[in-house]
């Protein structure tokens, strides 16, 4: 067994010590191995097996190799148990736990008191004027929040220690009248008037000049929330130097503020269940995820291609476990023009004859409904609700336990969380674009339009004017904290691309270029397919 790192020693002994415990050589050794069963979830693993000590009757509070043994034995010995008496939860069925996005609990953050709190009472679809304020509100303290525990940018305990150049503490627009030199500020650009873009925050706003900034990654357009350093000059316009979006914040530090919270959905899990979870994911390796967009059925062509990938799925031994099936499910949009529902009806019902035909996949493998921008619904916002009853009934008769959520939606397997958005994001990101993104780090505008989702912590920050979204559901399309996997259904080429540790990826146009994805989540590997001819 390889000695534990550096940092891992640090962090047993630092854990330990809080606890009143002091680790032997040989019982640190044996800590470690134990955490190196659960890579994903380690501050977990060692939490519980601090709370297995506390209840154990020691005769010292310095630890040796045999204390810390006997605890893992029994850790151990019980996770095995509960495997044993359900077998079932290793399935990959009861592993899936599918998020419809109007579920999501929704949160509020308190500035002063520095916590969240969910939100109780409804939700109005319909939302008021002091709506459409919160829903910026929001998702500005949630970002600010993050990047005051930032080591560059937050607050220094001792004014005199840091100089004026090593500081970049965020000062508020209000406090920008009369401060001469160089400043940072976080704000939301906007265009409060015509040609001219402002940076607004919770205490004012400010008139911007971007020609001449220096950019980070990403697509910086309006409704985005971005961090700038410049100063004011005389004519109150803040020249802006340098800019880019809030830094991110790694998954586990965010987690370890949000202990209890139900931020994704599908309910908390307690400290004993993730771990056992943890360890099913690793075992499950034969889990595979095939994520198709744009499935025509009204395309004749588009159904033969989706056939040809069925009776290659049904005829390996190892079944994927769930079908994602994204919009648009037609080939021309379901607006106000469109009178062939009936027709669309039958279609589905045509698709879960195709289905039900490969009893294989009927039975071992789930399926996944997620509908496009252009599908049937009662409006365009986001997010959208999933498929009309009426067009999937006949679907249904031939697959029972299909199923139908919004977009976005959130799956949960094991302890995985993924996010599955389908929308042609990256063209109007594009062209919604203020300032030529930069090509410094990369040229791809794929990873362009990651950056911008994962530093916003948020799925599409275009304006409300380009893309409207139901204000008070607008949390639904948060990604904090962020999740290990986001699938970015687009029309546009397939791309995969692993960004700070978050896996995301565009399976492309199953109805254009054939093209298609397939995903395991035991190791996140992306495998971007296509049919050939």
Same mark, same amino acid.
């Given at each position: 067994? *390889?000695?534990?790192?550096?940092? =891992?020693?640090?962090?047993?002994?630092?854990?330990?010590?809080?606890?009143?415990?002091? @680790?032997?050589?040989?019982?640190?050794?044996?800590?470690?191995?134990?955490?190196?069963?659960?890579?994903? /979830?380690?501050?977990? +693993?060692?939490?519980?097996?601090?709370?297995?000590?506390?209840?154990?009757?020691?005769?010292?509070?310095?630890?040796?190799?045999?204390?810390?043994?006997?605890?893992? *034995?029994?850790?151990?010995?019980?996770?095995?148990?509960?495997?044993?008496?359900?077998?079932?939860?290793?399935? !990959?069925?009861?592993?899936?736990? #599918?998020?419809?996005?109007? @579920?999501?609990?929704?949160?509020?953050?308190?500035?002063?008191?520095?916590?969240?709190?969910? %939100?109780?009472?409804?939700?109005?679809?319909?939302?008021?004027?002091?709506?459409?304020?919160?829903?910026?509100?929001?998702?500005?303290?949630?970002?600010?929040?993050?990047?005051?525990?930032?080591?560059?940018?937050?607050?220094? /305990?001792?004014?005199?220690?840091?100089?004026?150049?090593?500081?970049?503490? $965020?000062?508020?627009?209000?406090?920008?009248?009369?401060?001469?030199?160089?400043?940072? $500020?976080?704000?939301?650009?906007?265009?409060?008037?015509?040609?001219?873009?402002? @940076?607004?925050?919770?205490?004012? /706003?400010?008139?911007?000049?971007?020609?001449?900034?220096?950019?980070?990654?990403?697509?910086?357009?309006?409704? &985005?929330?971005?961090? !700038?350093?410049?100063?004011?000059?005389?004519?109150?316009?803040?020249?802006?130097? &340098?800019?880019?979006?809030?830094?991110?914040?790694?998954?586990?530090?965010?987690?370890?503020?949000?202990?209890?919270?139900?931020?994704?959905?599908?309910?908390?899990?307690?400290?004993?269940? &993730?771990?056992?979870?943890?360890?099913?994911?690793?075992?499950? #390796?034969?889990?595979?995820?095939?994520?198709?967009?744009?499935?025509?059925?009204?395309?004749?062509?588009?159904?033969?291609?989706? +056939?040809?990938?069925?009776?290659?799925?049904?005829?390996?031994?190892?079944?994927?476990?769930?079908?994602?099936?994204?919009?648009?499910?037609?080939?021309?949009?379901?607006?106000?023009?469109?009178?062939?529902?009936?027709?669309?009806?039958?279609?589905?019902?045509?698709?879960?004859?195709? $289905?039900?035909?490969?009893?294989?996949?009927?039975?071992?493998?789930?399926?996944?409904?997620?509908?496009?921008?252009?599908? /049937?619904?009662?409006?365009?916002?986001?997010?959208?609700?999933?498929?009309?009853?009426?067009? #999937?009934?006949?679907?249904?008769?031939?697959?029972?336990?299909?199923?139908?959520?919004?977009?976005?939606?959130?799956?949960?397997?094991?302890?995985?969380?993924?996010?599955?958005?389908?929308?042609?994001?990256?063209?109007?990101?594009?062209?919604?674009?203020? $300032?030529?993104? &930069?090509?410094?780090? =990369?040229?791809?505008?794929?990873?362009?339009?990651?950056?911008?989702?994962?530093?916003?912590?948020?799925?599409?920050?275009?304006?409300? =004017?380009?893309?409207?979204?139901?204000?008070?559901?607008?949390?639904?399309?948060?990604?904090?904290?962020?999740? %290990?996997?986001?699938?970015?259904?687009?029309?546009?080429?397939?791309?995969?691309?692993?960004? =700070?540790?978050?896996?995301?990826?565009?399976?492309?146009?199953?109805?254009?270029?054939?093209?298609?994805?397939?995903?395991?989540?035991?190791?996140?590997?992306?495998?971007?397919?296509? @049919?050939?001819?």
């Amino acid at each position: 067994m *390889a000695p534990p790192s550096a940092a =891992t020693r640090r962090k047993l002994q630092r854990k330990f010590r809080l606890r009143g415990f002091t @680790l032997k050589v040989d019982a640190l050794e044996e800590a470690a191995a134990f955490l190196e069963r659960f890579p994903e /979830a380690e501050d977990d +693993a060692l939490d519980l097996l601090l709370d297995e000590l506390d209840k154990e009757p020691l005769q010292s509070s310095i630890l040796d190799r045999d204390a810390i043994r006997r605890v893992v *034995a029994l850790l151990v010995e019980a996770e095995e148990a509960v495997d044993a008496a359900s077998p079932a939860v290793t399935s !990959a069925r009861s592993a899936l736990r #599918v998020v419809d996005a109007f @579920l999501v609990p929704r949160f509020h953050y308190d500035p002063i008191k520095k916590v969240f709190y969910e %939100h109780t009472g409804r939700l109005p679809i319909h939302g008021e004027a002091g709506d459409k304020a919160s829903l910026y509100r929001d998702r500005y303290q949630v970002l600010l929040q993050r990047l005051s525990r930032d080591k560059y940018f937050s607050k220094p /305990a001792f004014d005199t220690v840091v100089t004026e150049d090593g500081s970049c503490e $965020i000062t508020s627009i209000q406090s920008l009248i009369g401060c001469t030199g160089r400043r940072w $500020i976080m704000g939301v650009i906007s265009q409060l008037e015509e040609r001219q873009f402002y @940076l607004e925050d919770l205490t004012g /706003a400010v008139p911007i000049d971007l020609s001449n900034a220096k950019i980070t990654s990403g697509f910086f357009v309006e409704n &985005t929330v971005i961090v !700038a350093e410049g100063e004011l000059l005389s004519n109150g316009i803040f020249q802006v130097n &340098t800019c880019g979006f809030p830094p991110l914040e790694d998954r586990e530090a965010s987690l370890s503020l949000l202990m209890g919270l139900d931020f994704f959905g599908g309910g908390v899990i307690p400290t004993e269940e &993730t771990l056992r979870l943890s360890s099913l994911e690793k075992k499950a #390796v034969n889990d595979m995820f095939v994520i198709l967009s744009d499935v025509w059925l009204d395309n004749p062509e588009t159904m033969e291609k989706l +056939a040809i990938v069925l009776d290659g799925y049904d005829s390996v031994e190892v079944l994927p476990s769930l079908f994602v099936l994204m919009g648009n499910f037609c080939s021309r949009p379901c607006n106000l023009a469109f009178n062939s529902f009936e027709e669309l009806r039958l279609q589905f019902g045509k698709l879960g004859e195709i $289905i039900a035909a490969r009893s294989r996949l009927k039975e071992h493998s789930r399926f996944l409904f997620v509908p496009g921008p252009d599908d /049937a619904g009662p409006s365009k916002a986001l997010p959208r609700c999933a498929l009309p009853k009426y067009l #999937v009934e006949e679907l249904q008769k031939h697959i029972p336990n299909a199923i139908f959520v919004s977009n976005p939606c959130r799956v949960k397997f094991y302890t995985q969380e993924i996010v599955f958005f389908r929308q042609d994001l990256l063209y109007r990101m594009r062209r919604s674009c203020l $300032i030529p993104p &930069t090509t410094e780090e =990369t040229s791809d505008p794929f990873e362009h339009l990651v950056a911008t989702i994962t530093h916003q912590g948020h799925l599409c920050p275009l304006p409300l =004017t380009v893309q409207p979204i139901i204000w008070n559901y607008d949390h639904c399309l948060r990604l904090y904290p962020t999740p %290990h996997t986001i699938v970015l259904a687009d029309k546009s080429e397939q791309k995969a691309f692993k960004y =700070t540790g978050i896996t995301c990826f565009n399976p492309g146009s199953f109805a254009n270029d054939s093209t298609f994805a397939a995903y395991r989540p035991c190791t996140k590997e992306v495998e971007l397919s296509a @049919l050939e001819g």
